[in-house]
T-cell receptor
């Protein structure tokens, strides 16, 4: 079983749409969770940390469900510039375990 | 503020040739350092990480090696490259003691082995 699993997509959504990504993690001892964004042929960059109580940063909302071991990312009012691959990350037996990413394309 | 550098940005090497990729971090002391590889269309694979000078943990057996000769320098090497070594190599750092903290990535080296 993969440690962090994500739907690879692609998710193709129109501008202004709301889109949600989910990811599951297998290590119940994981304590730290993050969402990273990776643009084509670039390095991953931290989008936001995920806290137990859930957290919001502008149009982005992250949620953690420890009982079900999943993490979600909600993007509201999608912009063309949101097109990227979104990586779900959980701490694990190695320092951090990265999912393979979910590709988002926002279309005009 | 902290910055992380990697070079070269791109590299094309023949099979069987040696490899040396360098990563340096500025603006922090005793960082944790990581090497990842991302093959085309694949996820990030952790190759090595280091919590201090001379301390290297290997995650995947392969023909690659890593060294940390200075506090903020991390080097990835190979004596003989394979075709399967092609990929996007990323160096990252996290604060000292923060193995499960946020990692910050360098710009990466895109390696093509022919």
């Amino acid at each position: 079983r993969k440690e962090v699993e994500q739907d690879p997509g692609p998710f193709n959504v129109p501008e202004g749409a709301t889109v949600a990504f989910n990811c599951t993690y297998s290590n119940s001892a994981s304590q730290s969770f993050f969402w990273y964004r990776q643009d084509c042929r670039k390095e991953p960059k931290l989008l936001m940390s995920v806290y137990s109580s859930g957290n919001e940063d502008g149009r982005f909302t992250a949620q953690l469900n420890r009982a079900s071991q999943y993490i979600s990312l909600l993007i509201r009012d999608s912009k063309l510039s949101d097109s990227a691959t979104y990586l779900c990350v959980a701490s694990g037996n190695t320092p951090l375990v990265f999912g393979k990413g979910t590709r988002l394309s926002v279309i005009a | 503020s902290q910055t992380i550098h990697q070079w070269p940005a791109t590299l094309v090497q023949p099979v069987g040739s040696p490899l040396s990729l360098e990563c340096t971090v500025e603006g922090t002391s005793n960082p944790n350092l990581y090497w990842y590889r991302q093959a085309a269309g694949r996820g990030l694979q952790l190759l090595f990480y280091s919590v201090g000078i001379g301390q290297i943990s290997s995650e995947v057996p392969q023909n690659l090696s890593a060294s940390r000769p200075q506090d903020r320098q991390f080097i990835l090497s190979s004596k003989k490259l394979l075709l399967s070594d092609s990929g996007f190599y990323l160096c990252a750092w996290s604060p000292s003691g923060g193995e499960t903290d946020t990692q910050y990535f360098g710009p990466g080296t895109r390696l093509t082995v022919l």
